[in-house]
């Protein structure tokens, strides 16, 4: 397949710096300054959002050598192994996540936000404002992903 290459729009500056410390994001604040080539005015518009989806890059990971066998969610032996794309962790191809997040505040070239799932120094590939219409209204998951997530985005 052909490659592509992708260049970082900003980046995520906040208190979290251990990659390992995998839960309670909810209350963390991160600020995502984003490049000055695009201007002092490019999120303009954006504080009208209550929320917008942040689309940023698991660079301090590595990829997996191998993706073809279903491993244990988190890797965590109590739970079914999921293939690759049943998940959301950062071992993955490309590496890329992406979370939406409450808008705190949005400043010139800066926006504010909590409950970012990335640490300091994460390079941020794209932002969008969370509308209704993009949203499933009907999400369905197996019962042991809302007992695992229940400790996620605790404050």
């Known amino acids: 397949m052909p490659s592509f290459e992708i260049t970082p729009i900003g980046t995520v500056r906040n ?6 410390h995998t839960d ?4 963390v604040r991160s600020t995502i300054t984003v490049d000055e080539r695009f201007g002092e005015a490019c999120l ?10 942040v689309l940023f890059v698991f660079d301090q990971l590595p990829e997996l050598d191998d993706y073809r066998a279903p491993r244990p ?10 293939g690759v794309f049943a998940g959301r962790g950062p071992r993955r191809p490309n590496r890329i ?8 505040s949005v400043h010139g070239r800066e926006l504010t936000v909590t409950g970012l799932d990335a640490v300091t120094g994460t390079p941020v590939i ?3 404002p969370a509308m ?9 998951q197996p ?4 007992a695992m997530m229940s400790d996620y985005f605790k404050p």
């Open 24 to 27: 309670e994001w909810g209350a």
């Open 15 to 20: 208190d979290r710096t251990d990659v390992r």
């Open 143 to 146: 019962e042991w992903v809302s």
């Open 126 to 128: 794209d932002l969008k």
């Open 44 to 53: 303009q518009g954006l504080e009208g959002f209550s929320h917008v989806e």
């Open 73 to 82: 969610y988190r890797g965590r032996p109590d739970l079914p192994p999921v």
């Open 132 to 140: 209704r219409e993009f949203h499933p209204k009907d999400i369905t």
């Open 97 to 104: 996540g992406v979370t939406s997040c409450a808008i705190e």
